[in-house]
């Protein structure tokens, strides 16, 4: 499956983003989607999981700022960000797996900035 993520820009700290991630195939039965982000400099780290059937799973860094979700008839995923801080800066990318390994698909990344 191909995956599209869109929904990155600037905001400023405080503020929210929705990122979707679209699959050109069905996602129905892909046990685990999964947004990660990479900022400069450092390793792409996990953000979130959601299991088939809705289960979210969240990085400490989240802190209850961020939903993960899922609309399998539609085959996309979403991450509603809330309370950003310039730390959250980075390129999101979905995927459909906890990390990387083979048969895991990875959308192309959508920048993300929050400004002080």
């Known amino acids: 499956v191909q995956l599209q993520a869109s929904g990155g820009g600037l905001v400023q700290a405080g503020g929210s983003l929705r990122l979707s991630c679209a699959a050109s195939g069905s996602i129905f039965s892909i046990n685990l989607m999964a947004w990660h982000r990479q900022a400069p400099g450092k390793q792409r780290e996990l953000v979130a999981l959601?299991?088939?059937?809705?289960?979210?799973t969240y990085a400490g860094f989240v802190k209850g700022r961020f939903t993960i979700s899922r609309d399998n008839a539609n085959n996309t995923i979403y991450l509603q960000m809330n309370n950003l801080n310039t730390e959250d800066t980075a390129v999101y990318y979905c995927a459909t797996g906890p990390r990387p390994g083979p048969g895991i698909s990875w959308g192309q990344g959508t920048q993300v900035t929050v400004s002080s």
């Open positions: 959601i299991s088939s059937s809705g289960t979210p």
